[in-house]
Nanobody, 121 residues
């Protein structure tokens, strides 16, 4: 069982920046960030999957995912924020035997409690 705790969410103006952090109880080779806006399904934002980073098209070039394996930390730098980036952001981790694709929710079975990101115009 991997435990995940997110922090760093908050409010920002459009065009601003935020940095999210996720503390993991142990390292896995599939970790990522997902988000869920009100009334919408949870979607993949950015993941580090078997050593490679993957981004949703909507955030590519604006968000950056990084990982500090020694500290068992996962980060998401959010730059150039847009109102449509508003939502609950979740840190997720997947076990070695789950391989449904880097941005597929099915790959990830461990989830944090989420941290809210609100972007205003």
């Amino acid at each position: 069982q991997v435990q995940l705790v997110e922090s760093g969410g908050g409010s920002a103006q459009a065009g601003g920046s935020l940095r999210l952090s996720c503390a993991a109880s142990e390292y896995t080779n599939k970790m990522g960030w997902f988000r869920q806006a009100p009334g919408k399904e949870r979607e993949g934002v950015a993941t580090i999957y078997l050593g490679t980073t993957y981004y949703a098209e909507s955030v590519r070039g604006r968000f950056t995912i990084s990982q500090d394996n020694a500290k068992k930390m996962l980060y998401l730098q959010l730059n150039g924020l847009k109102v449509e980036d508003t939502g609950m952001y979740y840190c997720a981790a997947g076990p070695a035997w789950h391989n449904y694709g880097p941005l597929s929710l099915r790959t990830y079975i461990y989830w944090g409690q989420g941290t809210q990101v609100t972007v205003s115009s």
